[in-house]
């Protein structure tokens, strides 16, 4: 019981903070870097992707009207690479900061949340871009074709409603395993209730200040959207609660006083 005892002695806030600060900033450079690494194959791979269109979608007339709009797309998309490879990494630093913290029956449900994450976010990614986005694009096709007229497509517009979606996709799951974090961990003393709204109003602004112009007059309806979905996710997940365990350990401690 001692050794328990010792094991839930709280840190410094400092210490905490420290810790986090590494998490952020190691995670940060491991991102950067992999972007850099995915730039040097991003082209081959979203001109390869652009292919699908010509397969799939029976569009023959995907044009770019500006050559610095591609060059932006280009390093977009080799950003949004390098968060989707540094994820698990994220994953794993998150799951030994918070597992201090943790009482035996939360690791698990912890730990597969984090690995369910680290494995859904790429097959979602996936998803939008070799079959969502091409779907979409296949139905407004037919939705627009007229008689005697044929359609051009801006590529780079089609790119940037991907990447848009993209990290969507990005941020709904970082906010919804920071709820459930926030869930698991913050039960004591109203963390949860603190934390919470916190996280929301960062995701919310980061969800509209990632949304490329293709979603404008949208960012606010969507974002809202996208946080309540989100949440109510978060929410309806059951977990244990930590206030059994602290009954129980006050229980024992009292008994052998």
Excluded: C
């Excluded at 407004?140 to 590529?155: H, K, T, V």
């Excluded at 969507?168 to 920071?178: E, G, K, N, P, V």
Aim: without cysteine.
């Amino acid at each position: 019981m001692s050794e328990q005892m010792i094991n839930l002695e709280p840190k410094p806030l400092e210490n905490h903070l420290q810790e986090l600060y590494s998490l952020v900033k190691n995670t940060i450079l491991f991102a950067s870097i992999s972007a850099i690494g995915w730039s040097v194959v991003a082209p081959q791979l979203l001109t390869e992707w652009a292919n699908l269109f010509n397969n799939n979608v029976n569009i023959n007339q995907l044009s770019i009207y500006s050559p610095f709009n591609w060059l932006e797309v280009k390093w977009s998309f080799s950003i949004m690479m390098g968060i989707i490879t540094s994820f698990p990494l994220f994953s794993a630093m998150l799951y030994r900061f918070s597992k201090p913290g943790l009482y035996p029956n939360e690791l698990f449900p912890v730990k597969f949340i984090l690995i369910a994450n680290s494995l859904l976010l790429p097959l979602s990614i996936f998803l939008i871009w070799v079959w969502g986005v091409p779907t979409m694009v296949k139905y407004a096709n037919g939705l627009s074709q007229l008689e005697n007229i044929s359609a051009r497509y801006d590529l780079f517009e089609i790119v940037n409603f991907s990447l848009g979606l993209t990290f969507m996709a990005i941020i709904s799951f970082i906010l919804m395993t920071s709820l459930i974090l926030s869930r698991i961990i913050g039960d004591l003393g109203g963390v949860n209730s603190w934390l919470r709204p916190r996280i929301i109003i960062i995701s919310f602004g980061l969800l509209i200040l990632t949304m490329p112009s293709v979603f404008e007059g949208l960012r606010i309806p969507l974002s809202f959207v996208i946080i309540y979905v989100s949440d109510f996710i978060a929410r309806s997940i059951p977990l244990a609660k930590n206030m059994a365990n602290i009954i129980q350990d006050d229980t024992a401690l009292k008994g052998h006083a």
